[in-house]
């Protein structure tokens, strides 16, 4: 090093020191991530956490990262707004809860019959939707990245078992983004909460049904004690995804190895947080049936699905005439990327699942 060249005497070491410890302190930055999640909460918070841990020990201390828990800094559900605003640097949450702000914003996290997970990376990674994404995101000096993938969802708790589209009328349901419209056009009162308020919301009546993840987070939030009917597999959220969602500015102007740190930790934390739920929905729910006597139904009544499925078609042909540019080629470019990408699904995983299923019993 040349800095050696300084250290003849004491002399110039002392200058060297002094020298030196500015720039030190200076590659250090200590940035907050606000998220919408309670603190420690079953995959999502802990996987905020952990994403902010990855953050840290990879840059080495260089770049480190404070989470504040939905509430602690600002309400869940403002995350956004406050990296937006300046008074923090990061939010993690989930695009959709952004819809307010651009429609456009929902095709990343999930869509009524839209992308598995597996196909969602794909479009993001591979097929040009992260630029496109980028460009959404543009509008709010932000950029957005995927990092957490919870599969595909589970429908939601309701009071009594459903036997078609007249039990949904009028009933309050705790939904976001696409899916929350699609089931207010098929009669439901949707409104969209951050999870450390749905069960009190429950308790209370103001709701009348709630979906949320999964068994995993569903047995943490208590639904089971105030409802009994779950439908653990849902057709308005295929594949939903988390976001870490940054100031661009503060981003870029980070060194390009911190920058790769926070894209590639991002990329990690999607995948481990889909290994959490898949090892853990089962047991979940094994607890909820066993232990809490929980109704299971795997799937909704055929007209429920089938007004579902008109429902979603009647709002992308929407989007497709919306008056915003950038979300007419959103969802155009989704919906042509989504003809490509299912016949993987439904050509090679799909088949193997219904023979295993059907020829493959481990009982």
Known sequence: MERRTFLAGAAGATAAVGLAAPALAQERTTWRMVTTWPRGFPGLGVGAQRLADRITAMSGGRLTIEVFAGGEMVPPLQAFDAVIEGSAEMSHGAAYYWQNKSQATNFFTGVPFGMTSRELAAWLRYMGGQELWDEVYDQFGMKGFINGDTGVQAGGWFANELQGLEDIQGINFRT????GQVWSRLGANVVNMPAGELFAALQSGALDAVEFVGPYNDLALGFHQVRSHYYTSSFIEPGAAT??????????????????IVEIACQAEYDQVASDFYAN???????LVDEHG?????????????????????????????????????????????SQVRTRTEQTDAPFVAARERFFDLS
């Open 243 to 260: 976001e870490l969602a940054v100031d661009r500015a503060k981003l870029e102007a980070l060194p390009d190895d911190l920058q790769q």
């Open 176 to 179: 976001p983004g696409l899916g």
């Open 294 to 338: 929980v109704t299971v139904h795997s799937t909704f009544p055929d007209d429920i699905l089938e007004a579902g499925a008109a429902a979603a078609r009647d709002i992308f042909e929407e989007l497709r005439a919306s008056n915003d540019e950038l979300t007419r080629r959103v969802t155009e470019h989704f919906l042509e990327s989504l």
């Open 281 to 287: 929905d089962p047991p979940a729910l094994r607890r």
